[in-house]
């Protein structure tokens, strides 16, 4: 079947290198999305396993309509029995971009009418909607007069892993987490440290990347389960195999902040997870932190403006900048950010620059080398070479 996996923008490279791994065939990288071909295993597999993966839809038909009696009657060609009956339950998800179509609530109105109506017409009996928990989410995707309906194999945006119990303000996307892990080329090789944990989800994210743990581990259902050609033998058969393949981790992951309360909340989310054999957290201000480790990364994601109090943003950069020379030398870091002016005042040469979405808001993730003594040599010593090289 043909599989549609969506995903953050900044992530498709990364997720394409998943879908690969876990053996997905004809992948493309598309906008905020990967497509690919594979079978029903494959589908419960790539939900189960894919750490970047927001959604995972697979197409049934594509149309074109240039008004809304279009999208109706072609709607209502597909034998929607194939999907549900009129005990299951329904749920539409309607994204426009198009001159005819202006309000993708109104496509998704019009996609559910024509659906319940088929079955009314046919049974007397139509299905109920059910936004939450449905049997069925239909997901209609209109760009221009170009229609794909797809049915969603996901259930809840797969970014809810499960194991978070409480958060801090502005969370960080457990997904985006993870993608920012692997940009940064670590798959458990070294000990990592996030010295802003907050809720801990980078740390939980390092630890389950790093034992191969699933990214759908703790989830407790997924949409497929309620589809009517749900194989439950198959679905056990992936998750067994998954299972399987954790392996243990013979480094550490360090989760530091300043908050109490974070610091609770980050404990908490670590036990839910059962990753305390190997994330231990602590709670300590970056500006008195010492690297735990001589061995490692770090990655973080620092206030952006909004959770500062009594503190300049540009001069909390700087302190940053300045501790990295001061305590983390020989370290490479990693951190996210939406203020561009603030990163410039960290003071370092970066190595590397990412364009990544926190949800709305356009950051850059950058990579700062911490090179221990200096790269160059000491000018008077290229001066003595020269000199001596004349003297020859």
């Not at 494959?42 to 189960?48: H, T």
């Not at 998704?108 to 088929?118: F, P, S, Y």
């Not at 801090?168 to 920012?180: R, T, Y």
């Not at 709305?360 to 790269?375: D, H, I, T, V």
Request: charged residues 30%; hydrophobic residues 40%.
């Amino acid at each position: 079947m043909d599989i549609v996996v969506k995903t953050l923008h900044g992530l498709e490279e990364v997720l394409a290198k998943e879908i690969e791994q876990l053996g997905g065939q004809n992948i493309r990288p598309l906008k905020r999305a990967v497509s690919f071909e594979g079978d029903l295993g494959l589908l419960y597999k790539a939900n189960f396993e894919l750490r970047t993966a927001m959604r995972i839809i697979t197409p049934i038909r594509t149309f074109t309509a240039r008004n809304e009696n279009d999208l109706y009657r072609n709607i209502q060609k597909i034998d929607w029995s194939e999907y549900m009956s009129n005990s299951d339950t329904l749920a539409i998800d309607g994204v426009a971009s198009s001159r005819i179509f202006r309000h993708s609530k109104y496509v998704a109105l019009k996609t559910k009418d024509a659906i319940v109506d088929q079955f009314r017409d046919r049974t007397g009996k139509r299905p109920n909607v059910n936004v939450l928990t449905p049997s069925l989410r239909v997901n209609i995707h209109i760009h221009d007069d170009f229609v794909t309906v797809s049915l969603d194999s996901s259930g809840e945006s797969l970014h809810k892993r499960g194991y978070r119990t409480d958060v801090m303000e502005a969370p960080i996307n457990e997904v985006l987490a993870a993608g920012m892990i692997q940009l940064a080329g670590w798959h458990g090789q070294s000990d990592l440290t996030d010295p802003m944990m907050g809720s801990g989800t980078i740390p939980i994210e390092a630890a389950m990347i790093a034992t191969n743990t699933p990214a759908g581990m703790y989830k407790e259902w997924f949409g497929f389960q309620k589809w009517r050609n749900f194989d439950e033998a198959l679905w056990k058969d992936v998750q067994q195999e998954a299972m399987d393949k954790i392996k243990p981790f013979n480094h550490k992951i360090y989760g530091f902040d300043k908050e109490f309360k974070a610091m609770r909340i980050a404990q908490r989310n670590v036990q839910a997870a059962r990753m305390e054999d190997h994330i231990e957290v602590k709670r300590k201000p970056f500006e008195r932190l010492e690297r735990p480790s001589d061995d490692g990364i770090l990655i973080m994601n620092p206030p952006y403006d909004v959770r500062l109090e009594n503190t300049d943003i540009n001069e909390f950069y700087e302190m940053i900048g300045a501790r990295f020379k001061k305590a983390w030398e020989g370290c490479h870091a990693w951190i996210i950010s939406s203020n561009m002016e603030a990163l410039k005042h960290i003071g370092l040469r970066t190595s590397r620059k990412i364009v990544l979405f926190n949800g709305a808001l356009e950051c850059k993730f950058q990579k700062y080398e911490m090179y221990a003594g200096s790269r160059r040599k000491p000018r008077e010593v290229s001066v003595s070479a020269k000199l001596k090289s004349n003297d020859d």
